[in-house]
């Protein structure tokens, strides 16, 4: 395989892990280590930002309720807005991803991470809970328009001393890179921006541009509704 | 420069004393709130519009026309007339016949209204906010500048020559100002109309107000009504004052921690100094205030809240001497010392009328008799163009 012109990525960890160490935040370093490796036996450097949810969770629930961004949550939204991959990882409560990490990808824009290349990783106190990554977290993913490696990557205790979660990891890091390398996001960004729905002001506040030939603004001036 | 103040008609348990006003009570302080922003010497009270509790404003005429009534140089406005869920032709005949009674004191500011079950309850469907908002006020526009009117459009039901009565007051519609926080299309009618726009910029960061704005100026000025600088832009904010900044943050600190919307949420020093709230001393508010006109432009309405969250009348009434004595003058002579010459003032119904008529006196319809066709005729009015036909619907 051929590696493209060397090339200077960022990769964003997002992490709902609440110890100190979390086994969720080793989890994800595991994964952002890896991927910044393989991209250096590529040819690549990877700058790897991490975001830690437990430090924003005053300003995530006082966005969810009252729409207001506070000085931590912007930088988050401005890091992933420049993210060329992201790995996403949370632990596991009652069956469920945290309610801090799904209340962080629910207070960001709509078209904020349309396209970029995305890891999702679980932690968890028992193997029961392996599906939740694959069953709920992909379609958090799915309606954010993000592009879900195939392969998730989920560590019960029992995991962290098998092999085979290395194997999961190396997997989940090289579909990410060659997501990355292939420029899919930027691409998809340049030719089919439009065709996805956005708001004045969404995509983290860089969708500004106003959009003068529309029905809506045709009607806003003095025009007829289009008929339905 | 027009200064006031907006009430949302939130009927909210005042925290330090655990009372709620009874709907009678409330109604009767925001009328005793409108009549001491007169008091005060500000220019304009503006109500909103709900229609559940525990809100009681679900009929802003009925409270306007009383408060008109009951002052003399006020002007009454709303914040905001929910131009989706009204039937235009309605909002024409209501806010035209407040108009006739305040003499001309009135204008109004239509918006939206982000209450989902509220369209249901009226026949309407959220999804369609959008261009339901845009084509009434097509059609409001046209119902307040022509006297007979023919129209079919996507939402409402036909109209073949129909009169909107009564006509406005000189034949000079109210002017309307449009509210929008985030709607570019909703800049953009504002400013093909020559209309004011009103930011209630709370919440986003102030860049993404000065592009909304940047752009409704921009559009204000294509369409020929002026240049950027002349576009009629209006301004919301917060403010609690007290005599001493500490007192004025220990006084408020109770009723923001508790307030809907972002109670409970952000810390009151966070949202004062991420959105337009202001608590402190007159002097701390007015230099927040003055950085308005520094993102904004030079602007021509200020409103303030004042009175929400469960603040008791008393405590409101006192804000009110506050702004009236000590901020509001100071800002008037601070914004009038930096103001660009070219800037006009936000039109009043006299400012109209003299602009329409100039010196001639202005056109007040009488109309014609009955002659069994009143209902559909083509004149109305013994003035009427006789040119002008009904175009009756045909198969």
Redesign the interface.
Known sequence: MTTTDRQAYTLVVVTAGTGDPSSTRMLADRIAQRVAGLASRRGHEVATQVIDLRALATEITTAMVSRLVGPNLRQAVDALAEADGIVAATPVYKAGASGLFTSFFQVLDDDLLIAKPVVLAATAGSARHSLVVDEQMRSLFAYLRTAVVPTSVFAAPEDWGDPALNTRVDRAALELLLLVESGFARQVRDESWNGYRHEFGSAGGTEVSIDLDSDLMRLAAGGSAARE | MQFGVFSVSDITRDPVSGETPSEAERIDAVVRIAQKTEEVGLDVFAIGEHHNPPFFSSSPTTLLSFIAATTKRLIVTTATTLITTNDPVRIAEEYAVLQHLAKGRVDLMLGRGNTAPVYPWFGQDIRQG??LA??NY?LL?RLWREDVVDWE???RTPLQGFTSIPRPLDDVPPFVWHGSI?????A??AA??GDGFFANHI???K??FM??IG?YRQRFAHYGHGTEKQAIVGLGGQAYIARRSQDAIREFRPYFDEAP??G???ALE??MR??PLSVGSPQEVIDKTLTFREHFGDYQRQLFLIDHAGLPLKTVLNQLDLLGEEVVPTLRKELAARRDPEVPDAPTHASLVKAKYGDRPPRRPRPLANRGDNVTGSAPYQDSDPAVRVVYPSA
Do not use: A
């Not at chain 2, 985030?182 to 909703?186: A, D, N, Q």
């Open positions: 959008l261009p845009l084509e097509n526009h459009g996507r939402f985030r709607t570019p299309e909703i953009e009618q093909y109309y919440f986003w960061p860049e993404h592009r909304l752009f919307v972002y409970h949420g952000p966070d949202f991420m959105t």
